[in-house]
């Protein structure tokens, strides 16, 4: 099996993962097994070309979200932890190019490579509760997962912070924040810094913004309880009531 990717956002030519949604039951289901790994991957930067801006913008926050989640993620390691890092400052740099000039072929290459390290990331730690909700909305309310992802991620950062500083405060330094001392104002300062570039690339912060409907609230939580992802959470997601909660903070 020889994989091509024609996004920079997935990593699923480097992965064991795949998602399928199941139409009759408004449910995304996520499968892994060794037989989904590809035996080559070509990273050849002149299929993502054609790539529209909020396709690129949706993909790349996808591979941002994986490298953070990877991060924070209880299964994380250091070797998981150093590729997300590079990563991060890569995508921090070369996604608001892309999306403003879909032609620069080295910043499509760049995000490429990104994506495929965030790939070899996550799929060695996993992620978190970014994706599991981000996979109930899509399942609910057909929002695409990268944008679900980007409006998610800085407000599900905040819900876990007390509880991973340290791992926030890295994505903070790959992102251009200089260090401090002070682990948990430098995640602070990054979170920001993740507010600032879903800004650059123009995408849209609120749930109300992309068609989810607050009646959809309670459906998405529920869902999101049974999904795989929330287990490597740094902080327990217990309850749907916690769900429900993040998801009016971005409504």
Known sequence: MIA??????????VT??????????NMKVSYVSHFFAPNVAILDPNVT????????????????THVIESLHSTESTPITDALSAGAIRSINTNLPIAVENGKDVEARGRMLIASCTAGLAFANSLVGIVHGIAH??????????????????P?????????????????????????????????????????????KIGLPTNLSEVGVTADQFEPIADLTMGDGTIYTNPRPVEDPADVVELLKKVF
């Open 4 to 13: 091509i990717p024609t996004t920079a956002g997935t990593g699923s030519e």
């Open 16 to 25: 064991f993962a795949a998602v399928i949604k199941d139409h009759d039951s």
């Open 49 to 64: 070309l054609s790539m529209p801006p909020n396709i690129t913008a949706f993909t790349g926050m996808d591979a941002l």
């Open 136 to 153: 109930s909305i899509g399942g609910i309310a057909g929002v695409p997962h990268g944008l679900a992802n980007s409006i998610m991620l």
């Open 155 to 199: 407000v599900c950062m905040e819900w876990n912070l007390d509880h991973c500083p340290e791992k926030y405060a890295i994505s903070a330094h790959a992102m251009g924040v200089v260090p401090t001392g002070n682990a948990k104002a430098d995640a602070v300062a990054g979170i920001q810094k993740v507010r600032e570039l879903i800004a």
